[in-house]
């Protein structure tokens, strides 16, 4: 049975001291589970400035040793792709070539001949060689990252520690960590991680949202939790946000329940609707063509949010034209006859370009971001709306496009007006600062749809990075604030006669007992990772239009976050059924 996993071989046992201690984090992803944990290793330290070899260790034994932790580490990388799929197996067989390229050692050797020891000599050749793939450009560019990954995993084996990353078993187990870089995600197995808990990190961190795209039961800002021994067995409820170390039979039973009843959770129809037969089409976020065909595959109704990123990212140049239109297209030929609605550029803030943003601001959440990148960069939205309507010809998806980062009705007149003059019939705008929220009326005037982007929005309302884990409890959409904020959105689109459509394609739609608010709230359409469909569909399908009402006006005037949750939660027994 997959849930319950047996103590990885090797590990600690579990202290008898730790026994029954519970952790109280946030949960960010359904699910409850029982298995033995791995703790992500250590960032591995740069050796010190000018460290040389010990004494009575000569040249040669110091590059014979370099060689052999070179060769290790490449065998390991080796070993692991042969498992590996799609882009982990990618990135771990570039990996691997580099650990052993005769560049790289060859350079190393050099400095320890000149006296430096193995670790010193392959931290500098590493960063040396690196600057010079920099500076080549292009794919050459993009290996200086493997070089530098290389670096810390051939440091790590000269100095017999873990190497940096994904920890590495043969058996499945729940991952430990502070929090998880978007590089540590590129070699998650599924499979082997069964769940994922973290130390640090909010609802709307990189660490939850990778949680509930792989359908894994997590729980972030869990504090204390890395002081657990590898080998420690414990319970996790993803959607309770406790963890248990040592369970007993009822986290066993509980367990079996909830592996039994995801099971048996019947896939999307493709057609969400309230118990009534209220329509509430259920559309996928995607981030590429391979995510579309996922999306399209599990019943989505299309897509609420397209994160056109995918094409800009680790990249020192604007992509072509060309090039954009064969990503984009991908994605349309994916939904034929739908909606698929392109998010702009959103780069900025967590997501710095080199060619675009600028990396000293001091404040870059709140700096040139989304559509602001115009102000400093003009020409590089133009082109992209050109690209998307060159991709949108000859497909049959309906192209919706929109803007992030909007704040005024001023900005979304513009925006309106380069849609038009690339030939989009349908522009709209992200709602996630609050000014958009309140003028929502204002700026529907200019634009045909808005979509609520319930990560940032919740952040900036709340003046609470999303990617801290001391500020969790702020930084959820169940926040009320955060629910009267789009309860105005949706007023602003029936002002003066609008009725213009309002969507959700944060994270927070891909929470069950928060869709219902939503629709309750007069959200017209939901997006989400695919994975969530069914478990949306199926709680939405539990309740009346009323009903979804009554829920959202409990969830306006709680007194908190904590209370509107648990309020709408003790509505809905079928969370409690289903395990989420």
């Given amino acids: 049975m997959r849930t319950i996993v047996q103590t990885l071989p090797g590990s600690a046992s579990t202290d008898q001291s730790e026994i029954g ?86 350079a190393a050797i050099k400095l320890i001949i000149n006296g430096a020891s193995p670790e010193r000599a392959i931290w500098d050749a590493a960063a040396s060689v690196a600057e010079m793939l920099h500076n080549l450009g292009g794919y050459m560019a993009e290996r200086a990252t493997d070089v530098l990954d290389v670096r ?141 065909v996922k999306a399209a595959a599990a019943g989505a109704e299309g897509v609420g949010l397209l994160r056109t990123e995918f094409c800009f990212l680790e990249r020192d140049t604007e992509p072509s034209i060309a090039e954009q239109v064969e990503a984009y297209r991908g994605v349309f030929d994916a939904f034929p006859g739908k909606k698929v609605v392109v998010r702009t550029l959103d780069a900025g803030a967590d997501k710095p370009l080199p060619f675009l943003t600028d990396a000293s601001e001091p404040n870059p959440a709140l700096g040139v971001r989304g559509y602001r990148t115009d102000f400093t960069s003009p020409g590089v939205l133009e082109r992209q709306l050109t690209a998307i309507a060159q991709a949108a010809e000859g497909t049959q998806a309906h192209v919706w496009v929109m803007a992030p980062m909007i704040s005024t009705a001023e900005e979304a007149e513009h925006f309106a007006s380069l849609c038009s003059a690339a030939g989009l019939a349908t522009p709209g705008v992200m709602i996630e600062v609050p000014s958009a929220a309140l003028t929502a009326a204002s700026i529907l005037e200019h634009v045909d749809f808005v979509s609520l982007g319930t990560n940032d929005l919740t952040q ?36 003066e006669g609008h009725d213009k459509p309002v969507g959700v394609c944060g994270e927070a739609a891909a929470d069950p007992a928060l869709a219902v608010v939503l629709v309750g709230l007069g959200v017209a359409t939901l997006s989400m990772t695919a994975r969530a469909l069914s478990s949306v569909a199926a709680v939405l399908a539990s309740v009346t239009l009323p009903e979804a009402q009554q829920l959202a006006k409990l969830a306006l005037t709680a007194h908190s976050a904590t209370d509107a949750r648990r309020l709408v939660r003790e509505q809905l027994p079928i969370l409690n059924t289903l395990g989420l």
Avoid at 78 to 88: D, H, L, M, Q
Avoid at 259 to 273: H, I, N, Q, V
Avoid at 471 to 488: D, E, F, G, S, Y
Wanted: no cysteine; net charge negative; hydrophobic share 45%.
């Fill in 460 to 495: 900036y309302a709340m003046a609470a990075d999303r990617q801290l884990g001391p500020l969790a409890a702020l930084n959820t959409p169940w926040q009320p604030a955060v629910l009267h904020l789009i309860r105005l959105t949706v007023n602003g689109s029936r002002d």
């Fill in 152 to 292: 810390g995993r051939i440091v790590a084996e000269l100095r017999g520690v873990p190497a940096p990353g994904i920890p590495y078993s043969d058996t499945p187990f729940i991952l430990i960590a502070e929090d998880l870089a978007p590089a540590d995600t590129a070699t998650l197995d599924p499979a082997k991680v069964i769940a994922l808990v973290t130390s640090s990190g909010g609802p709307q961190s990189h660490t939850a949202i990778i949680a509930r795209a792989l359908g894994l039961p997590a729980v972030v800002a869990a504090v204390g939790v890395t002081a657990l021994a590898n080998g420690t067995r414990i319970f996790v409820d993803g959607a309770a946000g406790t963890i248990l170390v040592d369970p007993g039979a009822d986290e066993v039973a509980l367990a079996t329940a909830w592996e039994t009843s995801s099971a048996a959770l019947a896939a999307f129809d493709g057609t969400g609707r309230l118990q009534d037969g209220h329509l509430v089409p259920l559309l996928s976020n995607v981030g590429g063509s391979k995510d579309a």
């Fill in 21 to 106: 201690r519970t952790f109280a984090g946030v949960g960010v992803s359904p699910g409850r589970i029982i298995g033995s944990i791995l703790l992500m290793p250590q960032a591995v330290r740069e050796p010190a400035v000018g460290e040389s070899l010990t004494e009575g260790t000569s040249p040669e034994e110091a590059s014979t040793a370099l060689r052999t932790a070179a060769k290790a580490v490449q065998t390991n990388l080796t070993a692991r792709s042969v498992g590996a799929f799609g882009a982990g197996r990618e990135v771990l067989e570039a990996t691997a070539l580099m650990a052993n390229d005769p560049m790289l050692v060859k």
